[in-house]
């Protein structure tokens, strides 16, 4: 086989083949892991990728209009970012932790001097709720919306990693947010992320990982191989060992799988694709399934052992 790892550029071995299940066009894929740092990675990319990202892959969510919610939601967040109270400690216990918003929290970051660039960020989910909060430098980037978006308080560029380096432009804290997988050079993406952080500024990455119970579990079932969309589902220490040679520290990380590993997963080994699981947030919350899946889940990220993690690098 020609392809190596796509992180640490070594040999593969035990190939398998993975159908696509998200849309349930179930075409089937070959994935490789690396001899070396267990990372595994799409053979071959496909010509057409953009075929396997239909216009309904984006579930951009609206911002509600409802006062009680938005006000619930701006308590919660605030409460992920570190600013703990009781009701937002309360609403915690019931929706869970935004992973997102706890590794910014976790950067101490400025509301009004830290800049903050999140890559590959839709229509700006993230960057809404931060907005809320009050934050004045933000803004994002992903080369497949259709044009510029211009919202009252930042901008998302219709552009990529590599133009903004171009522009040699910085930021004190860069967030990937399930997107590091999707990239098809995500060595070189590394490299030029480290150009576009200022001193001690931050990279958080949040990405399925391959060392963890689930893939041991479901093989090519597990739900977050996603093919042919994710490309490189890195190891945790394979991601570390990369980082940490270019000019990284880690700082902190923490596994944060839930239960839908399980759900989907389950679903995919019975042959239903994604779009006809009609999972939504009770059904993967509360359901006595997916309670019992969450508290396995839970049990397995403080082993280290979830199917997803958050990494919060320093440049050195
Ligand atoms: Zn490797």
Redesign the pocket.
């Known amino acids: 086989m020609d392809t190596k ?1 796509r ?2 550029f ?1 040999e593969l071995e035990d190939t398998f083949h993975v159908e696509e299940m998200m849309f349930g066009i179930k075409e089937s894929f070959e994935y490789s892991i ?1 001899k ?2 267990k ?1 595994l990675s799409l053979d071959k990319i496909p010509d057409n990728i953009s075929k396997y990202y239909p216009e309904n892959y984006y579930s951009f969510a609206e911002q509600s209009s409802n006062k009680l919610i938005n006000w619930v939601s701006k308590k919660k967040c605030a409460n992920d970012l570190g600013n703990t109270s009781f009701i937002g400690k309360i609403i915690r216990l019931i929706a869970g932790r935004n992973s997102n918003l706890y590794a910014i929290g976790l950067c101490k970051p400025d509301k009004d001097k830290t800049s903050i660039l999140d890559v590959g960020c839709g229509e700006g989910y993230l960057l809404d709720k931060l907005d809320v909060q009050g934050f004045n430098s933000i803004s994002g980037i992903d080369p497949y919306i259709f044009e510029d978006i211009h919202k009252p308080n930042y901008k998302i560029y219709k552009k990529s990693i590599e133009d903004l380096v171009e522009e040699k432009l910085k930021f004190d804290i860069i967030i990937l947010s399930h997107v590091f997988e999707h990239l098809e050079h995500p060595k070189t993406s590394l490299e030029n992320i480290l150009k576009l952080l200022n001193p001690k500024g931050y990279l958080i990455l949040r990405t399925p990982m391959s060392m963890c119970f689930a893939f041991n579990k479901y093989g090519k079932n597990w739900f977050q191989i996603d093919a042919p969309r994710h490309i490189l589902i890195p190891s945790f220490p ?1 991601l570390k060992n990369i980082c940490e040679s270019m000019g990284y520290d880690l700082k902190y990380y923490f596994f944060d799988s839930d239960s839908k590993q399980f759900l989907i997963s389950e679903n995919y080994k019975k042959g239903i694709p994604l779009i006809s699981q009609k999972l939504n947030f009770i059904k993967t919350r509360f359901y006595p399934k997916a309670i019992y899946f969450g508290l396995k889940a839970h049990k397995l990220n403080t082993k280290n052992l979830g199917d997803q993690s958050t990494i919060v690098f320093q440049k050195k």
């Open positions: 790892c992180l640490c070594t690396c070396n740092c990372s394979g």
